[in-house]
Structure formats: structure tokens, C-alpha cells
């Protein structure tokens, strides 16, 4: 059984700049969420989607934003990115209670 | 608040065993999750406890005292490979949120 897929693996934009990082969860599982890690700290939780709609937010500014497909794979945008927004994003999905998570994607803003 | 207290870092002896404490504030309750994570790689799932207790799986068991916002995991027979960090985190009960800690960094010696 395939897990969490993420894309792309690494990402490097400038300030200003917009990002998009996608999420493919394991098959079955309607849940997925978004989680920021950045360098040395902890999971902080950013987007949750079920079924199609968006369940609950973090506290992030509200140029983070995302969307899940029909097949329930999800997208995050980060707008007018910034130099703290470089971190590991983190994608989980989840049936029940478990989440399962994906590699990551490293965005790095210079 | 919601806030989620676990040590920054332990280090233990191989074949010895390890506890790994975790006190939450939260302002909902809907389970308490163990998550391992390697450096560079993604939290993979160790335990989950709803109810107060003991949880045991093979070399890891998992304790919750709801009413004290305590949890502890406990590693017995230490290996190398669990040199990692463990993530302590606490699921909300509306919107089903999940709040982790910063993560206990543990170093296991020879």
C-alpha cells in the first residue's frame, strides 16, 4: 500500500513569492492535514481537510490557505511568502485516529 | 491555552529502559498520541491513549492520567535505532485538532 506522498521534495523561493505544495494521502483515508516544522521546533498544526472541506484552521495569517480534491488530495498555498515561512511542511492523513505522514517538503525563502 | 510540556532531551544507555514524560493543557480532550521521528524523516505513529492506563506494545508502552494531563512513554530494552525524537501530542475534542509538543530529543549511548 502506497503512504503519504508529498511534492515537490524541496522548493526554494524568494520573498514576496507565492508557494505550492501538494499532498497525495493513502488511499481510503478522507482526512489530511498540514503541519509547519521549522528548524528545531515542533509540529505546529495548519490546515485540517475532510471530505472535500476545510475543519479547522491554526493560528496562521491568512496567506495560508489550501484546498482538498475530490480524490482528496490537497494543496497548500503560502502567499507572500516570508523569510520565517522556510521550514519543513508536513502532510498527514489519517481514517480514524492515526496520521500517517508524508516525507515533507523543505521551502526555503531567500 | 493549549499547551503541551515534554523534556528537550534525555539520554539513556542501550538495554536500558526510558521514560519520557508528557503534561498537556488543552482545552479539549480526545486522545493522546506518541509519535517517533528521526532526524530528517517523517513522525511515524507509536501509540495512542484515550482512556486512563497502560498501553503496551513490544518494547513500548504508553501511560495517560487524565485527570493529572499526564502521559508518560517508556522504552525498555534501548537500541541505538532509538535515538530519535518523540513527539507527544493531544487531539482536541471540536474540530478534532491536534496539538504537538516540541519533542523530546533522545540520545541513546553505548
Known amino acids: 500500500e502506497a503512504g503519504v506522498t508529498q511534492s515537490p521534495t524541496h522548493l526554494i523561493k524568494t520573498r514576496g513569492q507565492q508557494a505550492t505544495l501538494r499532498c497525495s494521502p493513502i488511499?481510503?483515508?478522507?482526512?489530511v492535514y498540514w503541519y509547519q516544522q521549522a528548524l528545531g521546533l515542533g509540529l505546529q498544526f495548519l490546515l485540517w481537510?475532510?471530505?472535500?472541506?476545510?475543519?479547522n484552521r491554526g493560528n496562521f495569517p491568512p496567506r495560508f490557505s489550501g484546498r482538498q480534491f475530490p480524490n482528496y488530495s490537497s494543496e497548500l498555498n503560502v502567499n507572500a511568502l516570508e523569510l520565517e515561512d522556510s521550514a519543513l511542511y508536513l502532510c498527514?492523513?489519517?481514517?480514524?485516529?492515526?496520521?500517517?505522514f508524508g516525507p515533507g517538503t523543505r521551502l526555503t525563502v531567500l | 491555552g493549549q499547551n503541551i510540556d515534554q523534556p528537550t532531551e534525555m539520554t539513556a544507555t542501550e538495554g536500558a529502559i526510558v521514560q519520557i514524560n508528557c503534561t498537556y493543557q488543552?482545552?479539549?480532550?480526545?486522545?493522546l498520541f506518541w509519535y517517533q521521528q528521526h532526524a530528517g524523516e517523517a513522525p511515524t505513529f507509536l501509540s495512542y491513549?484515550?482512556?486512563?492506563g497502560l498501553e503496551e506494545k513490544g518494547r513500548f508502552s504508553s501511560f495517560l492520567s487524565r485527570s493529572k494531563g499526564y502521559s508518560y512513554l517508556l522504552l525498555k530494552e534501548l537500541q541505538m535505532k532509538d535515538s530519535a525524537s518523540y513527539l507527544c501530542?493531544?487531539?482536541?475534542?471540536?474540530?478534532?485538532?491536534?496539538?504537538f509538543g516540541a519533542g523530546t530529543r533522545l540520545f541513546v549511548k553505548a
Open positions: 498527514a492523513s489519517s481514517q480514524h485516529n492515526e496520521q500517517f
Open positions: 488511499s481510503g483515508h478522507t482526512s
Open positions: 481537510y475532510d471530505e472535500g472541506e476545510e475543519r
Open positions: 488543552t482545552s479539549g480532550f480526545n486522545g
Open positions: 491513549n484515550v482512556l486512563d
Open positions: 501530542a493531544v487531539r482536541d475534542t471540536g474540530g478534532f485538532k491536534t496539538i
